[in-house]
């Protein structure tokens, strides 16, 4: 993989929020790999990883069929997941382990929201979440389902309740 396309994807995926993620895990190396890609140097360009991605930092673990990076004015501006489905699991700081999966994951690092879309599964040890549209905003923890036409499905375990 070019080293741009590697130092791209290392600056923007480093940036996931605290709900979900390990504090420490910004602090790890990570390791990407992809049958392909095909980056751009330029202040406005998208570089692209195909086939079979996977990074891994500390606890973060993702796996798509594609990974698109763009960039504005020279700065990350968004990042775009896409698989059969993508799977994004990581251990909070709490030790909880989460799990979502989606046809479609697009973090606009601007706003801080992630848009997961298309058979979305969000699992954590205390319930999970269903629904064709899920809207993460990566600095509150909210999650906002719904709002397309379908309906969303959660599952809320009783605090003493033995984890899934």
């Known amino acids: 993989m070019r080293p741009a396309a590697t130092s791209l994807l290392i600056l923007c995926l480093a940036a996931t929020g605290p709900a979900f993620a390990r504090s420490t895990d910004r602090s790890q190396p990570m390791d990407i790999d992809a049958d392909r890609t095909d980056a751009l140097l330029g202040d406005d360009a998208v570089s692209v990883l ?36 993508a799977r994004l699991r990581q251990v909070s700081d709490a030790g909880e382990a989460m799990d979502a999966r989606a046809s479609q994951v697009v973090y ?10 298309g058979g979305v599964v969000i699992e954590q040890p205390r319930g999970n979440l269903r629904g064709e549209t899920i809207k993460y905003n990566v600095d509150t923890g909210r999650l906002d389902g719904g709002g397309d036409g379908q309906r969303v499905s959660l599952r809320i375990l009783p605090k003493t309740a033995p984890a899934n």
């Open 50 to 85: 195909e086939g079979n991605v996977k990074i891994r930092q500390g606890s973060l673990e993702v796996d798509a069929d594609r990974a698109e990076v763009h960039r504005r004015a020279g700065d990350i501006d968004r990042i775009v997941l896409t698989g059969a489905p």
């Open 108 to 117: 606009t690092l601007s706003s801080e929201v992630m848009l997961l879309t």
